[in-house]
C-alpha cells in the first residue's frame, strides 16, 4: 500500500446498539494508524437479521435508521469521526467492495480496515483472493498480553503480510462491553449505562423490550402449520382441499374441472400445478380477499390450529419467500410486502378479539 497525504480508518459491525467500546476501539485505532477520520459502517437490517438468527438476544434487534442515528450521536463533538450508509441495502457484509468504494470517495487517504480475532478467517479467504494487501491496511485489534504470531497461527496468508498491519492493544476500558451485553439486559429489565456512551444513553433510555416484538421469520419445523402447503383439510364454497394452497390455486379458475383437480392435491404439487394455470381477469385485484377467506376457513375450521396460531402472539409473522415479493419477503433483503404474514397477523387479531 503505497503511502498518501491522510489516512482512514474504516471501522464496519452490527452497532447494535453502539457502545463505549465501538468508540474507544475507534480511537485507539486512529491513534495507532495516525489516522485523520473514522468511519464507523453499520450493516442492513437484513444482514444484522441473519446475524443474530441463533443469537439469545436476536428479539432486540436496532433498525438501520436508528443504529445510524446513535453512531452519530456518539460521534458528536469530534470532527474526525463519521457515519457511512453505504451498507444499508447490502444483503451481505463486503468489506472488500465497500473499501474499493471508499477509495474512490477519498483517493488521497490510506485506508484501514479494522477486525478483530473473530473476523481472521473470512480476512484470510478475502486477502488470498484479492488484491487487498496492494490497495489497503489491515489492523488487528490483540489482547495486550497476546504475541502476534500466536494470533496468526494458522493463517499463512495474513502471517505473510504482517509487516505491512497493525497490531494495536485493545484498550482495558473496553474489555467486558459488547453490545449483546446491552441486548441481554435490555430482555431483562436491566439498566446499561455503564456500557454506553452519554449520547446513546440518553437517546436510549426509554427504550424497553416491549419495542421489540418476537419476530417469527420463516414458516417452518414448528412453525410449519403456518405455511400454506401444511397439510390442513379445509372446505370453502362447498368444496374440500387438503391444504390452503390447494385451494387458493383453484380459485384462480373458472373452470369446474380444473378446480376439481386441486381436491386432491397436496401443497407442492398444487402450489406447481397453479404457477401455469390461467387465472380470471379479476384475480390480480382478488387474490388477497381470497386468501383471507382461505385462511379464515383454514384456522377456524381446525380448533387446534386457530390455538396454535394465537400462541404466536405477539411475534411478527414474517413469510421468507424469495420467488414473491407480495406474498413474502426475501430471506436475504427482506424487500416484499409480506402479505401472507399481514394475513395471518389479521386473523389472530380476530381470533384473539373473540375469546
Known sequence: MEKKSKTVIVMGGSFNPPTR?????????????????????????????????????????????????????????????????????????DFYRLLLELQAQFPAANLYYTAGADKLPLLERVLGKTDFTDRFGLLIFCRGDTQIQTVLAGYPVLSAHESAFLFPDTPDAALGISATEVRRRILAGEPADDLLHPAVRERLRTVSVEDFPEEIAGFLGEYAFLDNRYPSPLTIDGETYLCAEAAFHASKTDDPNRRAAFRSYSGEKAREKGASLPVTKQWETQKAEVMRRILDAKFRQDPALGKKLLATDPANLINLANNSAFWGVDRYTRAGENMLGRLLMELRDKLKGEL
Do not use: W
Open 21 to 93: 467500546a465501538h468508540l474507544l476501539l475507534m480511537e485507539t485505532a486512529m491513534e495507532a494508524a495516525g489516522a485523520d477520520t473514522g468511519l464507523f459502517v453499520p450493516v442492513s437490517d437484513a444482514y444484522l437479521k441473519r446475524k443474530l438468527k441463533n443469537d439469545g438476544t436476536r428479539r432486540i434487534c436496532f433498525p438501520f435508521a436508528l443504529r445510524a442515528q446513535l453512531l452519530e450521536a456518539m460521534c458528536e463533538g469530534d470532527g474526525r469521526l463519521q457515519v457511512c450508509t453505504a451498507d444499508r441495502e447490502r444483503p451481505v457484509s
